[in-house]
């Protein structure tokens, strides 16, 4: 697995088409000489090229199955989005069962984690009369670490449920077999790039109580074959299914929780970009809470799902609506505050000197209008503001307009033309005619 | 040259009255300007909170007007004129809740008459010249010197 990222490319398959590049939200990807290339300080791992891509050429690096045999006690930790791959029939329990006949020693829910995020989250709006914007989608958060840098503040200092989870799962085991640390693989099935980065990068912490992160589309097969031999009714002995929490997994389901509180959900990092810029312009101060996703219509829709996203989501409602109470359990057993606050992650500014970027800024306006501004990506940059952007820090000419070089190719003809006809003075004017008549 | 000479405007645009559907496009533009320049992320954040209530005044109040923004080593100004109406009682302007504002921009949730008080907070020097009649220019100055958060 990368250490910086898990949204990679598989060079043989990119045609060098701009889906990608125009998809982008952080404008983090060219193509040049036929192939795409991600830049990887811009890069969020949200997994839209890998939406966008109709050559399958981005891809997630994930772990597989065969990793288990490295830990005496591999955990698995199911995301609420999960269950949504599920139609009624397969209810959380064979889920689980079936994971456990794969070779997990445990299976811990993440929407446990969730239940519990939720409840400390509503106390800590109420005590402290404060606008939040949920950080538990690591997507959002890379966002405004790297574009929104001014609205850092407004992020829940919470853990996600997955983290809170892991850690939560790790301390269990410890405690009631005396395992060892190292002795213990928790492993994520992630429906997103953006999850799975964080084994390696955690957000707000030093380090990620996950060791390592499976793709759901990776286990998915294994699955569904153990789950076949499985009963149909079976149950697993004092095991609650955290229905409420697993309603996080569509969108909306987070922050319907958060009951007397008032909330706005928005999913797809396109309109949470949209709903961002509404906040950098004042405090939406009515509005208390912000459930934020990368994903639409939720974590349903992570790129690592096998099912359709709203076929997912209508599987995750059926299965909700059997909630009737939170799981009971004592929240003091979780750690769910971060240890650090969400750092900027600026790469916009064109120079760390004021006077330099100022000097830029004018090249750069500059620049601008000399392009023709109809971003059509045929540069391999995504707008002509960011093709202006990479000529004046030497990453890119103007000629790779090809509208730019097309007039410099006329311009260049006509140059030509007016030469051609230009004789030199010690030839005579009716060898100039003659020469017409010969065309 | 001193460093403190230097001055550059990096917007000036026309804001029209009435257009709600632009309006906070030119904070926006600006805020992202002052990104590529690498203002502090919780300067930026002051700048477009004032610079949209400047936009928004020009929208709701006045009979249309401009947007300018001018960055120095020292600070950055934003300069809203308009042509008109003018403020009649400026105190009165400055009070929170107090406003002028149509019905119309109120039901669209605007109007609440926070956008002075907000101009004030939000920057470290405010002047209003206005003249019933003629105008109003305000100039919201902004200092990128660092003393001190702001007063969130």
């Keep these: ?255 319907d929780l958060l009951e007397g509180i008032s909330t706005v959900s928005v999913a797809g990092i396109h309109n949470v970009m949209s709903v961002l810029e509404e906040l950098d312009r004042g405090d939406l101060a009515h509005i208390q809470y912000f459930e934020m996703v990368a994903c639409q219509p939720g974590c349903v829709g992570g790129v690592f799902n096998v099912k359709n996203p709203f076929l997912a989501e209508f599987n995750i409602h059926n299965l909700v609506k059997k909630g009737i109470n939170l799981v009971e359990q004592d929240l003091n057993k979780y750690d769910m505050n971060l240890q650090n606050s ?49 000529i004046i820090n030497g990453l890119a000419s103007r000629t790779d307009c090809i509208f730019i070089l097309r007039q410099q190719v006329a311009d260049l003809a006509d140059e030509m033309a007016t030469l051609a006809h230009a004789l030199p003075p010690v030839m005579k004017r009716n060898k100039e005619e003659s020469d017409d008549d010969e065309d | 040259m001193q460093k403190d000479e230097i001055k550059q405007v990096i917007l000036d645009c026309e804001v029209e009255a009435g257009d709600f559907s632009v309006g906070g496009e030119a904070s926006s533009k600006l805020k992202s300007l002052l990104h590529k320049l690498g203002i502090p992320a919780q300067t930026i954040r002051k700048i477009a909170i004032a610079t949209y209530e400047l936009e928004i005044n020009i929208i709701i109040h006045t009979y249309g007007g401009s947007l300018k923004a001018e960055v120095t080593p020292s600070e950055i100004r934003v300069i809203a004129s308009d042509k008109g109406p003018g403020i009649a009682d400026l105190e009165k302007a400055f009070q929170p809740g107090y406003s002028t504002a149509s019905q119309k921009a109120r039901e669209m949730g605007f109007g609440a008459g926070m956008g002075l008080c907000n101009i004030k907070r939000y920057s470290d020097e405010l002047n209003v010249e206005t003249e019933v009649g003629k105008g109003t220019e305000i100039e919201a100055r902004i200092s990128l010197r660092e003393s001190g958060d702001s007063n969130e």
């Excluded at chain 1, 060098?16 to 404008?27: E, F, L, M, Q």
């Excluded at chain 1, 799962?169 to 005396?178: D, N, Q």
């Excluded at chain 1, 790469?347 to 392009?371: C, G, N, P, Q, R």
């Design chain 1, 1 to 255: 697995m990368s250490n910086i990222h898990s949204v990679l490319l598989k060079p043989d398959k990119c045609k060098g088409c701009t889906n990608c590049v125009k998809n982008c939200p952080t404008n983090a990807i060219r193509v040049h000489q036929g192939q795409a290339k991600i830049k990887e300080e811009y890069c969020i791992d949200c997994g839209e090229c890998i939406r966008s891509c109709e050559y399958h050429a981005k891809y997630g690096a994930t772990d597989d199955l065969a990793d288990l045999k490295e830990y005496k006690y591999p955990v698995a930790l199911v995301p609420p989005s999960f269950y949504g791959q599920f139609t009624q029939d397969i209810n959380p329990a064979k889920v689980m069962l079936a994971l456990k006949d794969i070779g997990f020693f445990q299976i811990w829910d993440v929407a446990l984690g969730a239940e519990a995020l939720t409840q400390v989250t509503k106390e800590y709006i109420r005590d402290n009369d404060r606008t939040l914007i949920s950080s538990s989608c690591p997507g959002v958060v890379r966002l405004i670490q790297l574009l929104y840098p001014e609205l850092l503040g407004y992020l829940a200092p919470f853990k996600s449920p997955v983290e809170i989870v892991a850690q939560r799962a790790r301390e269990f085991i410890k405690a009631e077999l005396g395992a060892k640390d190292e002795e213990i693989g928790i492993f994520f099935i992630t429906p997103c790039p953006a999850k799975m980065t964080t084994v390696n990068n955690p957000l707000g912490m030093e380090e990620s109580y996950l060791d390592r992160a499976i793709a759901v589309d990776t286990i998915y097969h294994e699955l569904i074959k153990r789950v076949d031999n499985l009963d149909d009714c079976c149950k697993i002995e004092g095991y609650d299914i955290p229905y409420f929490g697993i309603s996080w997994a569509s969108g909306g389901g987070e922050a």
């Design chain 1, 342 to 390: 969400f750092k900027e992650k600026s790469i916009a500014s064109l120079d760390d000197d004021l006077i330099v970027a100022m000097a830029k800024l004018t090249k750069l306006e500059k620049e601008i209008e000399i392009l023709p501004g109809l971003d059509c990506a045929a540069c391999g940059a995504p707008d002509c503001r960011t093709l202006a952007e990479d």
